[in-house]
């Protein structure tokens, strides 16, 4: 269980959320619903530890997951809704440097595999320059088959289906029941159902926060 608890979190002088308490459960996955610029791309970028919190605490089982944040960070993967891609680097390359980035084995084989989970196997070559926004999303979306063989816990989804077509959906919704299975716990924040697995929770924003939309 991730407790929020009394969180004030603010983007430059604007408050986006002040007294937010909230309860996330873990191994599920929950889907954080909410009004465009409700705040739920900055609760998750905040989970991630990008942003900072102004005041309350996050806790797991207890802890203050902050207090051992490199710990943290490392057993969650984050992906926005910007894909944080290079167009200067290859498919390929850009999950390279990523896996490097995370201190991951980055043996050819597990490159191909993560690859192949999303459809991107023929498109490894493409620089990111070269690529449609779906295939932007899947190939950043290729990072999370590495859950699979490292210790990763959280998902942070932002926006995940995104320029999805059919097929990627299907992908997509495989990875998540996979890792759902692994007990892992994953958070979505989305407009579009069709990414989900079948049994989900819900955090709805605009019911637990107590300012009003920036």
Known sequence: ML???????????RIVFSGLNAEIKTSTLTLIKGK?????????????????????EINQNG????????????????????NGLSDELTVRENLLTWVKIKGWDTN?????????????QKYMNFYISQ???GLKKRAALARLYFSFFNEVDFWLLDEPT?????????LLQNL???????????????HDKKSLIKDYDTLDIDKLRNVKTI
């Open 3 to 13: 407790n929020l608890k009394n969180l004030n979190i603010h983007r430059g002088s």
């Open 36 to 56: 465009n610029g409700s705040g739920k791309s900055t609760l998750l970028r905040t989970i991630a530890g990008l942003t900072p919190i102004e005041g309350g």
């Open 63 to 82: 802890v203050n997951i902050f207090h051992a944040k490199e710990q943290w960070v490392r057993k969650l993967i984050f992906i926005d809704n910007k």
């Open 108 to 120: 050819k084989e597990n490159l191909v595999l993560a690859l192949e989970s999303v459809g991107m």
């Open 131 to 133: 690529c449609s926004d």
């Open 162 to 170: 995104n320029a999805l077509d059919h097929s990627s959906y299907l």
């Open 176 to 190: 998540l029941s996979k890792f759902i299975k692994m007990k892992g716990s994953i958070l979505i924040a989305s």
